[in-house]
């Protein structure tokens, strides 16, 4: 299977998308549902989909969640940029979310239209414990995702 971009990104990209998750939720105290609707409507979704070097690699999870607030045109965050070793249900989301997006070539817009982002952290307690992979089919198998991705670009 082809995926969305090159795996040397993937533990970066997953990272990134796990800290912004974190970040928003957590050290800035907003619902992470808000900001996944807010990056689905961002151009930045597009580029982290397609592995957009910036994105996926050259920033940390706060810068990534301020480039989605200045490419829709709104205030961006000033909470402190701080990450912690421990890994939060909201990491966790992101981070498998990141995942899922590689392996399937699915857009963020379309996985979350399916699989609402408080239904991927309902998964938390038993899933943190398993092999990302089995994640990612159960994932399948709640979006039905046995269609082609209408998101077919790579970036080498």
Avoid at 24 to 31: F, L, S
Wanted: charged letters at 20%; proline letters at 4%.
């Amino acid at each position: 299977m082809t995926h969305a971009y090159s795996d040397l990104y993937l533990d970066s990209a997953q990272d990134i998308l796990g800290h912004a998750f974190d970040w928003i939720a957590n050290t800035c105290g907003e619902d992470v549902a808000v900001f996944c609707e807010r990056f689905c409507q961002s151009r930045i979704s597009a580029m982290f989909e397609i592995g957009y070097p910036k994105y996926v690699a050259g920033c940390n999870g706060a810068e990534l969640v301020n480039f989605v607030m200045e490419d829709l045109g709104l205030p961006e965050y000033t909470c402190p940029q701080e990450f912690y070793a421990d890994r939060s249900p909201e990491y966790w989301a992101g981070w498998v979310l990141a995942y899922f997006q590689w392996k399937t070539r699915f857009s963020f817009r379309t996985i979350l239209q399916r699989v609402p982002v408080e239904k991927i952290l309902g998964l938390y307690p038993t899933g943190h414990e398993q092999a990302v992979r089995n994640v990612a089919d159960i994932l399948s198998e709640w979006m039905g995702a046995r269609q082609q991705p209408e998101n077919d670009k790579e970036v080498k």
